[in-house]
């Protein structure tokens, strides 16, 4: 093999990768991957596609080896190959947050718009959970938080809160957590909690982050 044909086979296997992360939708498959695995019609549904759509996108992926699958009967589960592919997309995010100006302009927009601006750091959390002093709220889907959860939380999915409020104490702040940095599911609970006179705020990043940050996991 020549240098020059080398390189262009190794670049073309990089390109190959980067092509797969290249689509709005396939970026939302990875992060809601790094939950837990899940089946195709339960992708399709929290990605907002059809089940063709969503089926091709996860086709590319594995096809790139970013996700492995299994079936279950009638049904094909998909997973993250491992832990590199949740890394990649970290790191594709915090570049995008440095280059992209408008980035922090549409942040500011979505929390804002909700109350939701504020957000307390891992640390922090972890060192009110060990003072016991704070109620933590996954807001995830249930099967999110049985796969894993940041300890001692409780799960009332977003979905499940309005009707729920009565499980959650006023005498404490309650801290909401769902997917990470930019899921949209804790800065909702938040706009729920606030006007129901909660004192709550919520974790800046996601079950995923914690874990990556060698913090327990239930």
């Not at 979505?110 to 891992?122: H, L, V, Y």
């Not at 706009?191 to 060698?214: F, M, Q, S, V």
Request: aromatic share 8%.
């Amino acid at each position: 093999m020549k240098p020059r044909e080398f390189k262009d086979l190794m670049f073309q296997q990089f390109a190959n990768i980067a092509s797969a992360f290249s689509s709005p939708k396939r970026l939302e498959i990875i992060d809601i991957l790094a939950q837990n695995e899940k089946d195709v019609e339960t992708l399709s549904s929290q990605i907002s596609a059809s089940v063709a759509n969503t089926s091709r996108h996860l086709q590319i992926l594995k096809n790139a080896r970013l996700v492995e699958s299994r079936r279950e009967g009638v049904r094909i589960y998909y997973k993250l190959a491992d832990e590199n592919v949740f890394n990649c997309w970290k790191g594709l995010q915090s570049l995008a947050e440095n280059r992209v100006a408008e980035i922090k302009e549409v942040v500011k927009d979505f929390f804002g718009s909700r109350n939701a601006m504020d957000a307390i750091s891992i640390e922090d959390l972890w060192s009110r959970i060990q003072s016991n002093d704070v109620i933590v709220l996954d807001v995830r889907p249930e099967d999110e938080f049985i796969n894993g959860h940041i300890p001692g939380a409780i799960s009332i999915p977003l979905s499940e809160l309005k009707e729920r409020l009565n499980e959650i104490p006023h005498d404490q702040e309650v801290v909401a957590y769902c997917r990470g940095p930019y899921c949209v599911l804790s800065p909702e609970a938040i706009k729920i909690l606030h006007n129901e006179g909660y004192d709550a705020t919520r974790l800046a990043e996601g079950l995923p982050e914690w874990k990556d940050a060698g913090f327990l996991v239930e």
